[in-house]
């Protein structure tokens, strides 16, 4: 049983879109898709809720119908008990156009507490007629209109909603606040203080959209967004950019609705041998993950910032999944050996879905569902580590961080939280290391500082990147 979540209001399945950038209880509204197109003339319903299953939208919308079909969404209804199929405040969340909010043990339905239109599945109960019978039948379940909103009677003006936003109009709230609440505490939503304009100007451009914004994302990921308009709104990441809600399991997609589960290849691999280059594949939902959680330096751009110095010096903020992986940084020559014989470490094999095993437990406290903060916690590493009071195993954090001091004291800071600071504007400005090999033994430290996991996703790669720093300084210093 599932149901005992905060149940907010199901309003937001229904009320009109809010306006861009203004501020709601919980945070900053994200921006309403685009208006959609002009729609069919001719095809009209006495009813607002056309319902069955998108039988009136298969005519031109074929592919997104037998895809949706094999969603949980799709059996909704069907999922519940029988006893729970006739429990108002299960029906709320379990079917579509429920347009009124009910408290858990209530039996009746308050009118003063719907909205309209009245002619969802919430307009029908009680009522035993022929035509009562089968509007029930045609709503169960969470089907189109309960996220694209009611389109009909007239269904000539086809403006379904579609929103791109996890904030206040999220086309997920009312049904799925537990999840809404957890990832409002996140770093995704967090990002441009939350700001949906803030984020627009800071990551809407195209070298950056697609790991920082929802639109960037689903347009990078799903071929019917190649060439849509999103007018310049751009949104934090949220329910809908990791989760394609028509993509069901049986229907070629995975258990979660997730956009993607692709294998992700390195950009970058020291000994520059191409078909070297380490893909990650197998991981289930935390390939998820590793579409953005990468490195972003290629080749050539390595190398140069190597020989030059680099204006965004080191591997971008993102390099997660090179770590995990024990590939990816600049590689001082010399000690290959040690490298390769430090490549591999056991969470690459027994942690079998790798981001999501550590950084999103299922946890009963939660509500019985995946944490959606996005954060580890000791209860995800528990299985194999029993009974550590933090990620501090076998002190490896401690060591790592010992190790990043003696690097920053090496190229003349205090330690690597001063070296941290006062480099490149936190490694975005104009790095300026005098020296080549100041830059290389840099490198191996912002690889390991950015992943900024001080030796929980790989403490192989991470120490060997430390300890050659370390020999290669104290052999070039003076
Ligand atoms: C007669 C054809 C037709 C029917 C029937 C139809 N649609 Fe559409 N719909 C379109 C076209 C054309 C577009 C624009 C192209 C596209 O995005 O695929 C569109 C776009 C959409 C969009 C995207 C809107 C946007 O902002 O881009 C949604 C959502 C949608 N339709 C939902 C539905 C639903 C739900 C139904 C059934 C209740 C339905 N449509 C029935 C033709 C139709
Ligand atoms: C009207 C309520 C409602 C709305 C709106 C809704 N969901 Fe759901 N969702 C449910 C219910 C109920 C289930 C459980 C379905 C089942 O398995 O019986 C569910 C299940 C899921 C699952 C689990 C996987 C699966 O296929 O069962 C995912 C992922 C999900 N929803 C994502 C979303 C996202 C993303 C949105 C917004 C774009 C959304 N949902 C909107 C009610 C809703
Ligand atoms: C606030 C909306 C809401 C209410 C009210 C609600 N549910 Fe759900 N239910 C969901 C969502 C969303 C999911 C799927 C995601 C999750 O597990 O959080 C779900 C999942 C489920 C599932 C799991 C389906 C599967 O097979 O995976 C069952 C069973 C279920 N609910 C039963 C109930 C029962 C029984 C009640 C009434 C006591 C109830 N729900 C009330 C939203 C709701
Ligand atoms: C759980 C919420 C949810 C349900 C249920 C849902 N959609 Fe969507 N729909 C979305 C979201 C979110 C988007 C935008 C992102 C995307 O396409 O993944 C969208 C986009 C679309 C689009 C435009 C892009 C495209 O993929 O062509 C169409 C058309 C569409 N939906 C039709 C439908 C139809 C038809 C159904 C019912 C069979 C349906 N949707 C069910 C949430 C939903
Ligand atoms: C390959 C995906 C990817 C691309 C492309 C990308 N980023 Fe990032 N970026 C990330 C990820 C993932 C993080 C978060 C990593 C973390 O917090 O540990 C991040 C973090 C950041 C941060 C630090 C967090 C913050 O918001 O202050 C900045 C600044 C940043 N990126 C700027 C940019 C800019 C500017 C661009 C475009 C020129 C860009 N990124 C392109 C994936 C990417
Ligand atoms: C950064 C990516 C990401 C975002 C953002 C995200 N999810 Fe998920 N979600 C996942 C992954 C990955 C899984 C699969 C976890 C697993 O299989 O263990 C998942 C699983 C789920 C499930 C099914 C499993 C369960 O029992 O909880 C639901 C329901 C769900 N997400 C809803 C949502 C909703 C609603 C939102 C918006 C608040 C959201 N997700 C935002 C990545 C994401
Ligand atoms: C669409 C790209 C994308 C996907 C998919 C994605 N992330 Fe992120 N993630 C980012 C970006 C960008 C940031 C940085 C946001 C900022 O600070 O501006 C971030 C931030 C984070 C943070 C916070 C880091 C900090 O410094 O506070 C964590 C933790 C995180 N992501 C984990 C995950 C996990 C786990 C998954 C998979 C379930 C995932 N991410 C999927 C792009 C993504
Ligand atoms: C073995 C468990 C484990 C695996 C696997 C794992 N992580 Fe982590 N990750 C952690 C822990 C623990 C921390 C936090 C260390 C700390 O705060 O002291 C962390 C830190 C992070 C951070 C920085 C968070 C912050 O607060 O700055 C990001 C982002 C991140 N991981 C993303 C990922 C991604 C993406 C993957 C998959 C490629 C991944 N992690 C795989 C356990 C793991
Ligand atoms: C599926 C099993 C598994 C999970 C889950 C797992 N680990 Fe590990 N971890 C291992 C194994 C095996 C080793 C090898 C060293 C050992 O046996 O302790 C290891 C090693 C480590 C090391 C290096 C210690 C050393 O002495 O080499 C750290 C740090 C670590 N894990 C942290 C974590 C944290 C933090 C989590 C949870 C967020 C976690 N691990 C989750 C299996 C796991």
């Known amino acids: 049983m599932k149901g005992r979540r905060g149940f907010g209001v199901l309003l937001a399945v229904s009320v009109a879109l809010v306006s861009f950038g203004c501020e709601g209880d919980t945070g900053p509204q994200g921006p309403p898709g685009p208006e959609g197109p ?16 998108g039988s009136e939208c298969s005519h031109c919308h074929a592919t997104t119908i037998n895809d949706y079909v094999t969603t949980g969404h799709r059996f ?32 009746e339905i308050d009118p003063a507490n719907c909205v309209e239109p009245a002619d969802g599945y919430s307009g029908y109960i009680g009522d035993e007629t022929d035509e009562g019978v089968a509007r029930r039948a045609d709503l169960e379940g969470v089907q189109c209109e309960s996220c694209h909103g009611a389109m009909g009677p007239d269904f000539n003006v086809h403006l379904p909603e579609i929103s791109f936003s996890t904030w206040d109009n999220s086309l997920c709230a009312g049904c799925h606040d537990a999840q809404i609440t957890e990832w409002e505490t996140s770093g995704h939503a967090l990002s441009a203080g939350g700001d949906p304009e803030a984020l627009a100007d800071e990551f809407g451009r195209s070298s950056c959209n697609a790991c920082h914004t929802s639109e960037g994302f689903i347009l990078t990921y799903d071929p019917s967004y190649a060439t849509y308009d999103f007018g310049g709104h751009y949104s934090q990441i949220g329910c809908p950019t990791c989760h394609d809600p028509h993509l069901g399991e049986d229907g070629g997609g995975n258990d979660a609705q997730l956009r993607t589960e692709d294998a992700v290849t390195l950009n970058y691999y020291a000994p520059e041998d191409e078909d070297d280059v380490p893909t990650a594949e197998g991981y289930g939902p ?20 190597i020989a030059n110095g680099s204006a965004h010096f080191g591997p971008h903020h993102s390099n997660q999944l090179d770590m995990f992986l024990g590939a990816g940084s600049y590689e001082i020559p010399g000690f290959e050996a040690e490298f390769d014989a430090n490549r591999a470490h056991p969470h690459q094999t027994l942690v079998t879905e790798a981001c999501v095993t550590c950084h999103m437990a299922f946890s009963e406290d939660a509500g019985g569902h995946v944490v959606h903060n996005f954060m580890p916690s000791t ?73 900024h996991d001080f030796g929980v996703h790989n403490a192989n790669y991470a120490n060997a990147l430390l ?7 104290n052999d070039m210093l003076p």
């Open 38 to 53: 002009e729609g069919p003339s001719g095809t009209v319903s006495q009813y607002a809720y056309f319902g069955d299953f």
């Open 76 to 107: 909704a209804y069907d999922d519940l008990e029988a006893a729970d199929q006739s429990d108002l405040y299960c029906l709320q969340c379990h079917t579509t156009g429920f347009n009124c909010t009910v408290e858990s043990g209530d039996t």
């Open 286 to 305: 935390g390939q998820t993950c590793m579409q953005c959680h990468k490195a972003r330096r290629d080749y050539a751009n390595v190398q140069g910032q």
């Open 379 to 451: 209860e995800n590493c528990a299985g194999c580590h029993p009974g550590i009071p933090d990620f501090d195993v076998n002190g490896m954090q401690t060591q790592v961080e010992a190790k990043m001091d003696s690097v920053a004291v090496l190229l003349g800071y205090a330690d690597y939280h001063d070296l941290a600071d006062n480099i490149n504007d936190e490694f975005t400005g104009n790095q300026t290391w005098p020296a080549d090999w100041m830059r290389e033994v840099g490198y191996q430290f912002i690889f390991v500082y950015n992943s």
């Open 467 to 473: 300890d050659t720093a370390i020999d290669y300084a």
